[in-house]
């Protein structure tokens, strides 16, 4: 295990950072802050999540929703804008290694937002926050496409996507905020530190490489790496990782079983294979649906989103189009099934089970016939609606025609439905199983 994540955990923590905003001079008015990934080196550029700038943004975040806006320059945020940029050890320069190298354990001290020494703990030597400048804020018009068909319309109300739980206490307003910002990334660029920039000319360039569309298919693992809780506490935070699988895809928009915390927002999502990419920044960590927590984190493909930065770039300024050239380029090429497969046939045979605002997963074991737990598709449950996943998708009512008692150590209904399933490949049941073979957890 430790060979097949080797390479990603290095690159993972290598780009790893946190990013802070606050009010010039305001202290008393807090701080935002998320994860990011940093991108290249000398110059320093780092893509981050855009959600930490809607209090600043001049216009409010209704400019995020505005008809044709795909991107916004960086004097759309207010003047008193204040940046910090943090990063490990990984990432921090040859002479900050060294020096990593000659620190002992020692106990851990909380860094703030401002900038000051670095900050030991536990062998880490945390660089202090750097000053950096917004360049834009960016989003990925697919994403945001995709999102509006598969969690818009008349179901939109059932699902949150928000860093607090449905019964915390948020304003509307700041609901709608998260909202809106929800597909906006953050490209910065960190104010040039001549010592440091001198000692790390070695390593001038791109700092991650980047999975091609196509390249990582569902089901492949992926190594999230972010800061839950932000720039609350880096020296035990910072650059956390969590492993997971690429859960599903819809275009740009992807899911995956990784355990994400608040905080996380714009941290960077690789690949055991190819080794180390880029796959996906994290769009939002917790999502609800029917007041129910779902155990799954959305995310961002960066290949598009990086894409949009480039093109941003181009039509800044002449200043900028040197700097679209230091983004990541696109490594390998594309293998197994593309990102737009509806996945291999097992899949196909998983179905979405409603009873009420009850909701879970079947299979499906006959045309008629879908197998689900009993606490989905209780006995009593008078009609079960069930859905198919795309490009065939169907809605097919049914009943219940046989679930265990509640006392039962088994948790299994069986679901007649009132018409067939059709193009559904029906699963095959195992018959042998062996200690050791390879298993992956459901939702």
């Not at 008349?154 to 996507?161: C, D, G, L, Y």
């Not at 506490?233 to 915390?261: E, K, Q, Y």
């Not at 996945?343 to 016939?369: D, F, K, M, Y």
């Not at 198919?388 to 150590?409: D, L, N, R, Y």
Request: proline share 10%.
């Amino acid at each position: 295990m430790a060979r097949q994540w080797g390479p990603s955990m290095r690159a993972a923590e290598k780009a790893g950072c946190v990013v802070s905003a606050s009010r010039a001079g305001q202290a008393e008015a807090g701080s935002w802050s998320c994860s990011g990934v940093i991108l290249s080196r000398c110059p320093d550029l780092v893509l981050c999540h855009g959600g930490i700038f809607t209090p600043f943004l001049r216009a409010g975040s209704a400019a995020l929703t505005a008809a044709g806006a795909a991107f916004l320059p960086g004097d759309s945020c207010g003047d008193d804008l204040r940046l910090h940029v943090q990063w490990g050890p990984a990432a921090a320069s040859p002479a900050g290694r060294a020096e990593r190298g000659r620190t002992g354990l020692c106990t851990p001290q909380c860094a703030g937002p401002e900038p000051g020494p670095p900050a030991r703990s536990g062998g880490r030597l945390l660089q202090p926050p750097r000053p950096a400048e917004l360049l834009l804020l960016l989003s990925c018009p697919a994403f945001r496409a995709h999102f509006a068909r598969l969690f818009g319309g008349e179901a939109a109300e059932q699902w949150r996507f928000a860093s607090a739980a449905p019964d915390d206490e948020v304003s509307e307003e700041e609901e709608e905020d998260q909202l809106r910002a929800l597909g906006w990334f953050a490209l910065l660029r960190v104010r040039p530190d001549r010592e440091e920039e001198a000692a790390a000319a070695e390593e001038r360039g791109p700092v991650v490489a980047v999975a091609p569309p196509g390249a990582v298919p569902k089901g492949a693992p992926l190594l999230a790496c972010g800061s839950p809780f932000g720039a609350f506490c880096p020296d035990i935070f910072l650059n956390t990782l969590s492993r997971g699988v690429l859960s599903n895809a819809a275009g740009p928009l992807l899911l995956t079983d990784a355990r994400c915390l608040p905080g996380t927002e714009g941290g960077g999502v690789f690949a055991a294979r190819p080794a180390g990419a880029l796959v996906a920044l994290v769009a939002a960590p917790l999502c609800w649906k029917a007041r129910e927590w779902v155990g799954l984190t959305l995310l961002c493909a960066a290949t598009p989103l990086l894409r949009a930065a480039r093109a941003a770039l181009g039509r800044l300024g002449p200043g900028t189009h040197a700097l679209a050239a230091l983004l990541p380029p696109e490594m390998g090429a594309p293998w197994g099934l593309p990102l737009r497969d509806p996945g291999p046939p097992w899949a196909a045979a998983a179905v979405l089970v409603e009873c009420g605002t009850v909701w879970g997963s079947g299979v499906v074991v006959a045309p008629r016939l879908v197998v689900t737990c009993r606490h989905v598709a209780p006995r009593e449950a008078a009609r079960v609606l069930v859905r198919t996943t795309p490009p065939k998708s169907a809605t097919i009512w049914g009943h219940v025609v046989f679930a265990t008692q509640e006392t039962s150590p088994y948790d299994v209904a069986v679901v007649s439905l009132e018409k067939d399933l059709h193009g559904v490949p029906l699963p095959v049941p195992a018959e042998h199983f062996h200690e050791g073979n390879e298993g992956r957890r459901t939702t």
